[in-house]
């Protein structure tokens, strides 16, 4: 044993310490106390009793300073509020603690200058419950404690928002509390510490969700202040407040997270077991150090560590006679005082001073000796350590090590480099070639120029994947990495070293990766990684969101474009709720959102499907949303056209039953009004007409002159015309009921359009209510278009409804420069040819997109539509010729009809 350990181990050491700490230790206090009576109500963390029976508490910590300073006894008398204010007013007790300020108590008692502590009610509701605000609480039930200071400005305040509810009293915090909790009340007022510090656990699920009324605390004297208590007091709080690292705001932050109760006699006895369970190790390990130093030999290395451990054994046992001198205090010299104030005697500087000196000087002797026995032992082990560190990361890396020596052919390599490609320990020769002919040979040339290029200081590192034969044959991917070791005098490069890591896991990942992402590319499908931010930052997403949407990648990823400014403004808001519904579920991974729309860079609107799924980090904090869109905007609108098919067929049967009533009396008004024309005429002469009236003595001249006198010429033609109309409503109606048996023919498109347009600049209604002649017509046809099977009257009869209706609309509208462009193409994957009919008329809503092709629906004045047109052209376009129809408008910009035909007979 050398020097050093023979001096720390030498009982004589213990003995000044001992002697030190019996020295400073505090005594009894000779000088004769001032007895102060303090009379407190309970108030949590302010005052309260512990179960001892003992006050407790900020004013209690911080009176006992002033206590100390002016040689003052403290006594501290408990009570309700009530007995309290009486015993300070009738000299019973010195003091009051705590108290609020009122005009009334201040004309019987002195206040200290300063209050010492600020409070406020507050309005406590359960958390996440339906009351949050004052508002909610009309027609509820609040709990309140009686007699508390807050009722009366509570309800002062609801009675000033016109805010009706039921107030309930109770007599304490605890019964408020248990009542919020129980449903009993819908809210709880009181002071905003009282009712938390009831139950800790059952305070956390409430809220404050109103706080009103801040209230002070202060300390006070019977009126005159008989015994000039308050002005220590006062200059105590003034100075003690302004300071953040004072002994008064220490107490603040200690009372306001913490309650505790005392030294009770259970915590005193587990101190002595722990104490006593220290001495038995202490024991233990002494006994136990002859065994050691005979089992290992007493090497250099071993002393130093046996120096060490008596050392620390030694400390301990001194830091043991300090708390025994503590318990000591606690016991028998101070008569009783508070556990805290014997184990920190905050009170004595000198005792503090003194304690802490000892224990600093004690631990810094220990760590610096034993830093000092420990060095060579620490340094004896370093090497062993950092090869046995090394073998681990790389046997835990199944990381092969090999070791070239530039200067020869030969190549080392570990038992680890042969076992990873299947081969035994040194199966294969320490040779170059050996290696070389075992790399893939698509990848030798590649390897052998980056290893070159490193050598000769062309490239700063060597980093190369490449292709490795095992055993079997197969090729696997692993990753070489390595160093210049050590250069020549020159400084040419003699040793490199590096190591092997088989990667082929990675690279099955990597393909997989590319292959998953090379499928998304050329699919309607795109993937999404946000960030869950604001805004919804997008960190990753596929490149085929150029054909999706028509933004570029780098436009979402450099935040150019937001991606929560691509959602349509109907579903932001929907979108944004239920990512947040799905979000709390803390058992959630994934979602689907109900589809929803996004913009496009030139404007359109595409639908997609949204999978959703949930990345969050070790604590459970959500960190991004991996997602995956689907563009459904073309099963949107094959949905829409099967609603629209079976709105037709119901409603065809319906209509081919009106149309069949209609008839048979509508022949008979028709033909009834064409008789009576013609037999009150006197043109053409009929035989039977002027026999009548010859008979009854007049002519048919006379009775036609009454007749147009009197209109009724006029009210019979209105007749036939009206009957007309209906017959030709009629003849719509059985035709959107039932397909034609007329013959289909082949048809130029083009050719097709142009008639129509002819027809509609001659027809009569049109001529009648605008000129047709002043729209500008722009023809974009595609001159390699194929011939359609179609009915020509039939698509001339739709094209003619477009027509009419654009023209009809942008009358109406008042379109200054009037115009159809109308386009044709060919959807060579679809085989169908298609027609554009746009305007440049006052648009569509949304609304009136969906009904725009739904019988007898119609925008037009009464009188001036049928609201069968656009109704009957759907029918004929998608069940007699399997075609499309659909309309695309915004309101303000027009509306572009789009009609597809298909190129054969189906």
């Not at 304490?172 to 009831?198: P, Q």
């Not at 503590?326 to 003194?354: D, R």
């Not at 008979?695 to 147009?708: N, P, V």
Request: aromatic fraction near 10%.
């Amino acid at each position: 044993m050398n020097r050093a350990t023979k001096i720390y181990s030498t009982p004589g050491f213990i003995l000044p310490i001992f002697f030190l700490l019996v020295l400073f230790c505090p005594g009894m206090n000779a000088h004769a106390k001032k007895n102060i009576r303090v009379g407190y109500f309970e108030k949590t963390p302010i005052i309260f009793t512990t179960e001892g029976k003992e006050a407790k508490g900020l004013a209690v910590d911080f009176l006992n300073d002033v206590a100390i300073e002016q040689n003052w006894a403290l006594e501290f008398i408990k009570g309700n509020l009530r007995q309290t204010l009486e015993r300070v007013m009738s000299g019973e007790v010195d003091l009051i603690v705590p108290i609020g300020y009122t005009p009334m108590r201040d004309s019987k008692m002195d206040f200290t200058e300063s209050a010492f502590f600020e409070t406020w009610g507050c309005l406590y509701t359960l958390h996440r419950g339906t009351v949050r605000t004052l508002a909610d609480l009309e027609g509820k039930r609040v709990g309140q404690v009686r007699a508390s200071l807050f009722n009366a400005v509570f309800k002062k305040m609801m009675n000033d928002l016109r805010i009706h509810c039921e107030f309930v009293e109770v007599q304490g915090y605890a019964e408020l509390l248990n009542g919020l909790l129980s449903g009993e009340f819908d809210g709880a007022v009181g002071e905003r510490l009282a009712i938390l510090f009831v139950n800790r656990e059952q305070a956390q699920k409430i809220d404050q969700a109103v706080v009103f009324n801040p209230f002070s605390l202060y300390v006070a004297a019977a009126e005159g202040d008989p015994k000039d208590l308050l002005a220590p007091i006062t200059r105590y709080i003034g100075a003690e407040k302004q300071d953040p690292d004072s002994r008064f705001n220490r107490y603040k932050n200690y009372w306001l997270s913490n309650i505790i109760v005392g030294a009770s006699p259970v915590l005193l006895s587990l101190v002595w077991v722990f104490i006593l369970v220290l001495l038995v190790l202490a024991g233990y390990i002494c006994s136990r150090l002859p065994v050691v130093r005979r089992t290992l030999g007493m090497t250099e290395i071993v002393q130093h560590r046996v120096s060490s451990n008596i050392l620390m054994v030694t400390i301990g046992f001194v830091l043991l006679l300090w708390g025994g001198d503590i318990l000591f205090q606690y016991y028998v010299i101070e008569g009783f005082i508070s556990f805290s104030e014997a184990v920190f005697p905050i009170h004595n500087p000198q005792k503090v001073l003194m304690r802490f000196l000892i224990i600093m000087i004690i631990l810094a002797a220990g760590i610096l000796i034993s830093r000092v026995f420990s060095r060579l032992a620490d340094q004896h082990d370093l090497t062993k350590k950092q090869e046995e560190r090394l073998n681990l990361a790389l046997y835990a890396a199944n990381d092969g090590v090999w070791d070239w020596h530039l200067d020869e052919r030969e190549i080392f390599y570990d038992d680890r480099y042969y076992t990873m490609a299947g081969y035994a320990p040194r199966e294969f020769p320490y040779l170059l070639q050996e290696w070389e002919k075992r790399i893939h040979p698509d990848d030798v040339t590649v390897v052998k120029k980056a290893i070159n290029d490193y050598i000769l200081g062309d490239q700063d590192f060597f980093d190369q994947e490449f292709r490795f034969r095992r055993k079997s044959g197969r090729y696997f991917w692993i990753r070489s990495k390595g160093k210049i070791a050590a250069r020549d005098k020159d400084g040419a490069p003699v040793r490199f070293i590096g190591t092997h890591s088989d990667i082929d896991q990675i690279k099955q990942a990597e393909k997989a990766r590319d292959e998953a992402y090379k499928i998304i590319n050329n699919s309607p499908m795109v993937a999404f990684i946000w960030k869950n931010e604001t805004g919804w930052p997008v960190e990753f997403v596929t490149d085929n969101i150029e054909t999706v949407l028509g933004y570029q990648a780098h436009e979402l990823l450099s935040g150019t474009i937001q991606y929560e400014r691509l959602i349509h403004p109907e579903d932001l808001e929907r979108v944004m709720l239920e990512t947040v519904d799905y979000s709390r579920d803390k058992n959630c991974d994934a979602f689907i959102h109900h589809p929803y729309r996004l913009f496009t860079k030139n404007g359109s609107i595409r639908w997609v499907d949204d999978r959703t799924y949930i990345k969050r980090n070790q604590v459970g904090e959500i960190t991004h949303y991996h997602g995956v869109l689907l563009d459904i905007t073309d099963r949107k609108r094959m949905e829409e056209i099967m609603v629209q098919n079976e709105k037709m067929l119901s409603v065809g049967g319906l209509a081919a039953g009106m149309a069949h009533e209609i008839n048979n009396p509508l022949a008979g008004m028709i033909q009834t009004a064409e008789v009576m024309g013609k037999r009150l005429r006197a043109q053409p002469r009929i035989p039977a007409n002027e026999k009548a009236a010859l008979e009854l003595g007049t002519s048919m001249e006379i009775i036609e002159a009454f007749m147009d006198a009197r209109g009724i010429s006029r009210m019979l033609t209105a007749i036939r015309e009206s009957g007309k109309r209906i017959a030709e409503i009629v003849s719509n109606m059985l035709s959107f009921a039932r397909k034609s048996d007329a013959v289909v023919s082949s048809h130029d498109i083009g050719q097709l359009l142009d008639k129509t347009l002819e027809l509609a600049t001659t027809d009569y209604d049109l001529k009648k209510n605008y000129d047709f002649k002043k729209i500008k017509i722009k023809r974009e046809y595609d001159p390699d278009l194929p011939l359609v099977p179609c009915e020509s009257a039939k698509i001339q009869q739709v094209l003619l409804n477009i027509f009419r209706n654009g023209a009809q609309a942008m009358h109406t509208a008042g379109v200054e420069n009037p115009a159809f462009t109308i386009r044709t193409s060919l959807d060579r994957t679809r085989g169908m040819v298609c027609m554009e009919i746009r305007d440049n008329g006052p648009g569509m809503d949304e609304h009136e997109q969906k009904r725009i092709f739904e019988p007898f629906y119609t925008t037009k004045p009464i009188g001036l539509g049928t609201g069968l047109g656009l109704s009957v052209s759907y029918f004929i376009i998608a069940e007699n010729h399997n075609g499309e129809m659909r309309v695309e408008s915004r309101p303000g910009q027009g509306a572009n009809f789009i009609i597809l035909l298909p190129v054969s007979i189906v």
